[in-house]
């Protein structure tokens, strides 16, 4: 994995883990060719899982400590239900531990004599004797997206009630908004220890019936991720306290709890990629990975099943992209296929989600080096592959109609030994091309090679593939955006429509044809890095040699957006964006 600091070349960003032998190329010489559930923040996304959960038996207990270096073993995590509950009450009404009401600007306005003009807050004011109007005059909080304040006062069934800004608006505009605003719900529930919260809109009325399930599904989206924590590595950990979000006033009846209940599906996704990056690569092998695989078959076998290939396997598949890139890791390859099929109904169209899934990422022989070479963070190399199990979760839980999808990750370590692939070598991938390695480090498309090809012989209509694939494509878009590439103005349509009904952020960048001239190798079919400039988009271009021209397909470059620097944590990117995509074409 090439990283945007350092631009030495354009190769890939990369997280692997495997074994094999330099035998294992497969190159050829050849002559000139009330609404009420619950959410359990930890236990949605971990329950019985191998890597999750203690609740295993000793079989696999005993395969993770063969696993495991350095005596790490995650702890193991309490389930934690937060109910979700919708309420068509009177704001002064509510009883519980902070009432969080979301503003704009507009709404904050007051008069010649600082009374709110907003309906809500006017009369929320008149219930504090004017305390809240004063209060936020003295704390200059004008509704500005980012401001909060915590007033705890007297008056109110509530211990607390708490302002949230939302910006200009308009109200209902923005998805980002009303998950930051579920996301200082819970810092807010978390720093006074609060076992109940109510959010509510100033302005709720405004919102149309439809634009109401949304908001409520951002908010619950932002409160449960936000209280969400990784403490499996910790010696030490914090219980939650929060048990219960009422939302007031954002509508009811089963339309919404059909939404809730989506949202709550999607997040135990989230939360699963989340902790696949986040666990260290010394528990996270390429066998615990599938073994995460195998345990979302057979926990959803009524509409799951899984097949995990071995070294053998992959090498009756000529598999020789992904297993030269594994070649020098003591940790044998896993190439994993889960396949899910409704419990019902006619299959119209087969999708696939295909994930990079290097758990670790040395850079081989083009080892990474130097500052900015980011190979302490090479966990999150998986990042791809984290998503696409991670939307399989989901996907299992919601079971849309209409849809066959393929989840598939070539998974492995990028590793240095006598046996590993050396720059020079000539590997030769499933589909017959052969690819001499001109940089070690842009391994993560070696594997996706073999991945894509596989992918389009389970006769499917469309392709996704996600990879932390190049460094190239965060100095281009930053750390929050993740760059698509594909020939399909459909398909980029659709993805992009996901993406923003998911609130994540994509952008499509060119697959300038002309950039392959850089790609071309004079012994063998393609190089697997060209220049520095455009790194981004001749790695998308190397993905396309493996591709099936009647295979719609496009690629995303999650790069950026995988980790959060300032957390210190993964983000669970592209889950959300993945499930929309998938439930989008099961109806239409």
Request: glycine residues 10%; charged residues 20%; proline residues 4%.
């Amino acid at each position: 994995m090439a990283v945007p600091i350092r631009l030495a070349s354009s190769s890939s960003l990369t997280l692997l883990a495997s074994t094999s032998s330099s035998s294992f190329i497969f190159t050829k010489f050849r002559s000139i060719p009330h609404l009420r559930f619950s959410f359990s923040v930890t236990t949605a996304a971990t329950s019985g899982n191998p890597l999750f959960c203690s609740r295993r038996g000793k079989r696999m207990a005993h395969t993770i400590a063969k696993a495991t270096l350095g005596l790490t073993h995650p702890a193991a995590i309490e389930s934690h239900k937060i109910a979700l509950t919708a309420k068509d009450i009177d704001l002064v009404d509510w009883k519980g531990d902070i009432l969080a009401v979301g503003v704009t600007e507009k709404d904050m306005i007051k008069d010649e004599n600082s009374n709110f003009q907003n309906v809500i807050l006017k009369k929320l004011d008149s219930q504090l004797d004017g305390l809240l109007s004063e209060v936020s005059t003295e704390e200059d909080f004008t509704g500005r997206t980012g401001q909060s304040t915590v007033l705890r006062l007297p008056g109110l069934g509530s211990k607390r009630v708490s302002l949230i800004g939302l910006g200009k608006g308009p109200i209902g505009s923005s998805t980002s908004a009303y998950k930051s605003l579920g996301e200082s719900v819970a810092l807010t529930a978390k720093a006074s220890q609060a076992n109940n919260v109510a959010v509510a809109l100033a302005s709720s009325q405004d919102l149309t019936p439809e634009l109401k399930l949304t908001t409520a599904s951002a908010i619950a989206t932002g409160a449960l991720l936000g209280t969400y924590e990784d403490n499996r590595f910790k010696s030490e950990s914090k219980k939650l306290s929060l048990k219960s979000i009422d939302f007031l006033n954002l509508g009811g009846g089963p339309e919404l709890e059909k939404k809730l209940k989506y949202t709550e599906n999607v997040c135990s996704g989230v939360i699963l990629g989340k902790e696949l990056v986040n666990a260290p690569p010394n528990v996270l092998t390429p066998g615990v990975l599938a073994e995460e695989a195998e345990k979302i078959a057979s926990t959803y076998s009524d509409v799951f099943t899984a097949k995990i290939l071995d070294t053998e396997q992959c090498k009756e598949l000529k598999m020789g992209s992904f297993l030269g890139v594994a070649a020098a890791s003591e940790n044998p390859p896993k190439f994993i296929h889960l396949c899910y099929k409704p419990p019902n109904g006619t299959i119209k169209k087969k999708l696939a989600l295909v994930g990079k899934g290097l758990t670790f990422d040395s850079g081989g022989y083009n080892i990474k080096t130097g500052p900015g070479c980011l190979i302490e963070l090479m966990k999150f190399d998986m990042g791809g592959s984290a998503a696409v199990l991670g939307a399989a979760k989901a996907i299992a839980q919601i079971k849309p109609p209409g849809v066959e999808v393929h989840f598939i990750v070539a998974a492995c370590e990028n590793m240095i030994s006598g046996t590993g692939m050396r720059p020079g070598d000539i590997l030769t991938a499933s589909n017959g091309k052969t690819i001499e390695v001109n940089n070690t480090d842009a391994e993560g498309r070696l594997t996706l090679a073999d991945a894509l090809v596989y992918a389009c012989n389970q006769g499917v209509d469309k392709i996704v593939d996600l990879a932390t694939l190049t460094g190239a494509c965060i100095v281009a878009l930053g750390p929050s955006i993740a760059g698509i590439f594909t020939p399909s103005d459909e398909m980029a349509k659709e993805v992009v429509a996901a993406s923003e009904v998911a609130g994540e952020k994509l952008w499509r960048l060119p697959m300038e044809e002309s950039y392959w001239d850089s790609m071309k190798s004079g012994v063998a079919d393609m190089v697997n890095t060209g220049g520095r400039q455009g790194g981004s988009i001749t790695a998308a271009l190397f993905l396309k040699q493996f591709v099936d021209e009647k295979v719609e397909w496009l690629h995303i470059d999650m790069a950026g957006p995988v980790w959060n620097d300032k957390k210190k944590a993964a983000t669970g990117f592209a889950v959300p964006t993945l499930v929309q995509w998938v439930v989008a074409n099961s109806s239409s």
